[in-house]
Each structure stands twice: as C-alpha cells, then as structure tokens.
C-alpha cells in the first residue's frame, strides 16, 4: 500500500477549491486584495498563502480556518462551503448543481412585473443572507423553484430563461 502525505491526498481535492472559493468571496465582500489581508493581519496570513488557498492548491487547517474566521470578524461556518454547494468528485455519482447566478444590477434596469417579483424575491434573500453586495447574487435549489414559478417556466428551464434575458452573470475573462 502507497504512502500520501497529507499535501498529496488534498492536492486535487474538490472540498479544498469549494472552501477555497468560499475564502475568495468572502475577502472580497469586505473588499479587501490578498495584500490588505496581509497588511491587516500583520502578516499572520500572507498574500501567497492566502492565494494558494482561495484556488484550492492548498489546504487550509482548522484552527488556521478559525484565525481567519476570527480575523474576517465572522463565524467559522461562513468560511465552509455550504450544504447546497455539490462536489464534484469526477466519478458521476452525485447529481452537480449548477450555480445560478443572477445579476441584479442588470435586473433592476428591466421593467414588467415578473421583473419586480424577481427583483424583490432576490432582494430578500440579500436581506435573509446579509450579502449586500448588490450586484449578483447565486441562487439555492429551493430559490429556484420559486423563480420557475415567476417565470412561467419549469424549474429544469430557470438556468435558459435567465440566459435567454440576459441575466446570469457571466465573469469577466481574466
């Protein structure tokens, strides 16, 4: 039987990137570069090492996860992925949820009224979650049931539809 060192077995780990995104978006809702991090911190977290952990090169340990939870003046559950999130471990096991994100900038520019009850719907959920970022919001499972709803379309048919208006939110490319 092989031996794995600890970096070996986390090395492709699809938890380590989902933590990983999970640390980017919250340094980024406080918006705050991987420099002011380290800055802030007195080096405790450096701008590498903190960027090695947001792209999932590198695994984070528990009591360094708290310091940083403790440092970003949050809990350290809002530092792990949440329950919705799926991994995707390559083996085809698991149903893989597509994140829907929606931007709500662009959203608030339409008018009609499926427009408004969408608007409101996600401004609520901004309420319900704290994320008052404002600009684009990911959508739960059980969000999307009620989108299908007022849309008129069938829930597997929220993702296109929203393509279709021109309302998922598409990244910059980098």
Do not use: C
């Not at 007195?42 to 960027?51: C, D, M, T, Y």
């Not at 809990?75 to 949820?97: H, N, Y």
């Not at 597509?98 to 901004?126: H, N, P």
């Not at 990911?138 to 597997?156: G, Y």
Request: hydrophobic fraction near 40%; avoid cysteine; charge should be negative.
């Amino acid at each position: 039987m092989a031996s794995y060192t600890d970096d070996e077995l986390l090395e492709d780990s699809p938890f380590t990137r989902l933590v990983g995104e999970r640390l980017r978006r919250i340094r980024q809702q406080k918006q705050w570069s991987l420099s002011d991090v380290e800055a802030n911190s007195e080096s405790e977290f450096k701008a590498s090492v903190l960027g090695a952990y947001e792209r999932g090169e590198r695994a984070i340990s528990v009591p360094r996860l708290e310091r940083l939870a403790r440092f970003y003046g949050i809990t350290i559950e809002q530092l792990l992925p949440r329950e919705s999130q799926s991994i995707d471990d390559g083996s085809g096991a698991g149903a893989v949820t597509k994140k829907l994100r929606i931007d709500v900038a662009k959203l608030s520019t339409m008018s009609g009224q499926q427009f408004e009850m969408l608007e409101r719907f996600l401004r609520m959920i901004q309420v319900q979650r704290q994320d008052f970022n404002g600009k684009v919001i990911t959508v739960r499972a059980h969000d999307t049931r009620a989108i299908a709803v007022m849309l008129d379309v069938p829930v597997d048919n929220v993702g296109d539809k929203l393509s279709e208006l021109g309302l998922l939110f598409v990244p910059p490319a980098a």
